[in-house]
């Protein structure tokens, strides 16, 4: 008797159990559809999102591509004549006015991809090219910035190369202390070095180069830069 009443007793916990779970689920059911709906349209969201930024990115790159195609033509030697269906540029200057408008236009429309970010540096190195040393410290000083440590080596030396042809001297030694404090892949602290050392040379303040030089030849005594750098300690000497 005991034993079916103990049978019976589970049996009837069991099915207040399964009640209590249909009772919920029912009672909750518009709510659970609900929040399944929403959870599937966040997730279409996601992808929508995934897929449009693949898109952007991809169509920055193409247009990237076009524009440096057009910074890197060859300049033709005068009394050359064109090459059909290809553009030709005498100058420099011509050529960075040429692909400036395309860098702008993808910098403008795709500023939050990583082509945007470089077509914002190649504007900056038209600008240069052209003349426009204002616009081209104005763009080049963004990318100097940028989470991307390569792209802003690049923009550092680039500003450091601009301040030098300007005659801003402690400008351009800035720029190579950024080059040296924050290396890269890109751009290493010998590199840096070497760079600052040279202009210290051309200003001829021998003994900033050579502490440069010094450092160089101990941190690495076998590379080139090492072998490069005991050179230059020689003849400065």
Same mark, same amino acid.
């Given at each position: *008797? ?10 009837? $916990?069991?099915?207040?159990?399964? =009640? ?6 029912? @009672?909750?059911? !518009? ?5 399944? &709906? ?13 897929? /449009?930024? +693949?898109?952007?990115?991809? %169509?920055?790159? %193409? ?5 440096? $195609? ?7 030697? #005068? /009394?050359?004549?064109?090459? #059909? /269906? ?26 939050? %991809? ?5 077509? $914002? ?5 038209? =600008?240069?090219? *052209? ?13 100097? /910035? ?6 802003? +080596? ?9 301040? @030098?042809?300007?005659? $801003? ?17 890109? &751009?290493? !602290?010998?590199?840096?070095?070497? =760079?600052?050392?040279?202009? =210290? ?9 050579? %502490? ?10 076998? +590379? ?14």
């Amino acid at each position: *008797m005991r034993a079916q009443t103990r049978h019976q007793l589970k049996q009837d $916990r069991f099915a207040e159990a399964v =009640y209590q779970q249909v009772s919920w689920a029912q @009672e909750h059911r !518009k709510n659970v559809i609900i929040a399944a &709906v929403a959870a599937a349209v966040v997730l279409a969201a996601a992808i929508g999102l995934w897929w /449009g930024n +693949s898109l952007r990115n991809l %169509t920055a790159g %193409t247009q990237l591509g076009e524009a440096q $195609r057009i910074l890197e033509s060859p300049l033709t030697q #005068p /009394g050359t004549p064109p090459v #059909p /269906g290809e553009q030709s540029f005498s100058t420099a200057a011509d050529r960075a006015k040429a692909a400036l408008p395309k860098f702008l236009d993808i910098a403008g429309h795709y500023g939050l %991809t990583a082509s945007g970010h470089i077509a $914002r540096y190649y504007a900056g190195i038209c =600008y240069r090219d *052209m003349g426009d040393t204002a616009n081209a410290e104005k763009e080049l000083k963004k990318t100097a /910035g940028d989470h991307d440590k390569d792209l802003a +080596s690049f923009s550092h030396y680039a500003l450091a190369q601009l301040y @030098e042809a300007q005659g $801003r001297e402690q400008d351009a030694i800035a720029q190579y202390q950024e080059l040296i404090n924050k290396p890269s892949d890109a &751009v290493s !602290k010998t590199t840096g070095e070497l =760079y600052l050392a040279q202009l =210290y040379e051309s200003k001829q303040q021998n003994a900033q180069a050579k %502490t440069l030089y010094q450092q160089i030849a101990k941190d690495d005594p076998k +590379s080139e830069a090492a072998q490069f750098a005991q050179g230059r300690l020689s003849v400065l000497k």
